[in-house]
């Protein structure tokens, strides 16, 4: 590859969820990455404050990670998991069952977050029809979800955009509220008082299309994407009991809690709530290899373990599910969770970082500050008529003029460094985020 891509080179490319023009005439091209840092082509050292995508919780380019998908891509490159298996595979699935709360005993492997939720959709409509109830369909998901952009993800998801252009694709699904209102909330350093009896709503949703059309509820127990909501606390807790008892499957997304981010393996575990079913990717292979899955409670794997040896039990995979490469960067990548700590030391590390965050209150545009664990958002003051503007200029401005990556949505900057991040880093980003503010 040339030292610098030019214009010619940048236009096959369409970047997903990108303003393409605009990234085309100035380009952010993170050309390497090691720890905490990338590169660009020139080798100007970037801090990453957003772990790549919410992905990379061990750090850029660790070698034991490395060197496994290396080992891996020299001695099995690909072997089906249809009808047939691999050993890191099984590896991979027991040892992340083993970090995963309750029953939820069994993984399938996916390639992705939206795939996860794919899978999860159709594993709990499946097993409502298995046991007899077919017309247990519909999902119910929430305003300002994001479940990634496959189909059960956009219509369980709650952001406008992200649907409205595609239809009347999908599920069948209807919305509970979003958790955050600034009036009650705002400034809040962890868990909302405020917010509970929002899912009390559920049990209208309920009464409008009755327990027996519907299959799921599916939440982020920590909303990411839209820009870090915290659960208010008891909120978990009520969605937990009333999907119990209406029969409805509780399906926890944790492309983003899982694997560290909230200071223990799994947000389930953080909040002392266990979902039937569990969604993750990204952390689990740090983001050096494409892999996601679904938990799924034991009682319902049995459910489809009952039928002749000769019949598949579930009519659902993809050619890649549990891949040699991705899973061996699981395993080298929970060893390295494991062997530094890395979960515990997210916990220890979230008063400060906490502390950090809210420090820029006060500053100039600063509307609302959340965070939970290692992750941070920062609703700015949208310029009036151009909702998104400002966070992108932000964002644009961090990166090119002050050496810091962070994640943008609309008007939010969100922070969620690597696991590895060290407290002279923490004060970095926040203090550079303040200094662009003030100036
Ligand atoms: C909670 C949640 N679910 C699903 C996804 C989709 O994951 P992917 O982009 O790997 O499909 C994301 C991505 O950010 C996510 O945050």
């Not at 404050?49 to 919780?57: F, H, R, T």
């Not at 850029?60 to 072997?79: E, G, N, S, V, W």
């Not at 209807?174 to 600034?182: F, G």
């Not at 400002?390 to 690597?418: C, I, Q, W, Y």
């Amino acid at each position: 590859m040339s030292a610098h891509l030019t214009t010619n080179q940048l236009e096959a490319f369409w970047l997903p969820f990108t303003p393409n023009t605009e990234f085309k005439r100035n380009p952010r091209i993170l050309a390497r990455a090691e720890g905490m840092y990338y590169f660009d082509q020139d080798g100007r050292r970037v801090l990453d404050g957003a772990a790549g995508l919410w992905c990379a919780n061990a750090g850029h380019c660790r070698k034991p990670i490395a060197d496994a998908i290396a080992k891996a891509a020299a001695t099995l490159d690909f072997a089906p998991t249809f009808q047939f298996g691999h050993p890191a595979a099984f590896e991979a699935a027991a040892r992340i069952a083993a970090l995963a709360p309750g029953d939820l005993n069994h993984v399938f492997f996916t390639n992705s977050g939206s795939e996860s939720t794919d899978t999860a959709v159709k594993i709990a409509v499946a097993w409502h029809r298995a046991r007899g109830e077919a017309t247990r369909t519909m999902i119910i998901g929430r305003e300002r979800a994001y479940h990634g952009v496959g189909m059960a993800g956009i219509s369980a998801g709650g952001i406008g955009n992200n649907r409205k252009w595609f239809g009347s694709l999908g599920f069948r699904a209807d919305h509970l509220s979003a958790t955050y209102n600034r009036a009650e909330q705002a400034f809040t350093n962890g868990q909302p008082e405020w917010g509970a009896h929002l899912a009390d709503e559920l049990e209208k949703i309920i009464a409008l299309h009755d327990a027996s059309a519907i299959a799921a509820v599916i939440v982020e127990p920590m909303a990411g994407s839209t820009g870090v909501l915290p659960p208010p606390k008891g909120y978990l807790e009520k969605l937990r009991a009333i999907t119990a008892k209406h029969g409805i499957l509780l399906i926890f997304d944790e492309v983003i809690t899982g694997f560290g981010r909230l200071g223990a393996a799994f947000a389930a575990e953080r909040f002392g709530v266990t979902p039937d079913l569990l969604t993750f990717a990204k952390g689990v292979t740090s983001g050096a290899a494409p892999m996601g899955g679904v938990l799924v409670d034991k009682r319902i794997y049995e459910q489809f373990m009952t039928g002749p040896d000769h019949a598949i039990d579930m009519f659902h995979g993809y050619t890649y599910s549990g891949h040699p490469l991705a899973a061996a960067a699981a395993c080298a990548t929970l060893d390295l969770y494991r062997d530094e700590g890395l979960f515990e030391r997210a916990k220890e590390l979230e008063v400060y970082f906490g502390e950090a965050a809210h420090s820029l209150k006060g500053k100039p545009g600063v509307a609302d500050i959340r965070n939970i664990g290692l992750a941070a958002a920062i609703d700015l003051d949208p310029i009036a008529g151009a909702p998104g503007k400002r966070g992108f200029e932000v964002m644009k401005h961090l990166f090119f003029e002050r050496d810091l990556m962070l994640r943008v949505a609309g008007d939010t900057l969100a922070f969620s460094p690597p696991l590895i991040v060290e407290k002279a880093h923490i004060d970095e980003m926040f203090g550079k985020l303040g200094e662009a503010l003030a100036a």
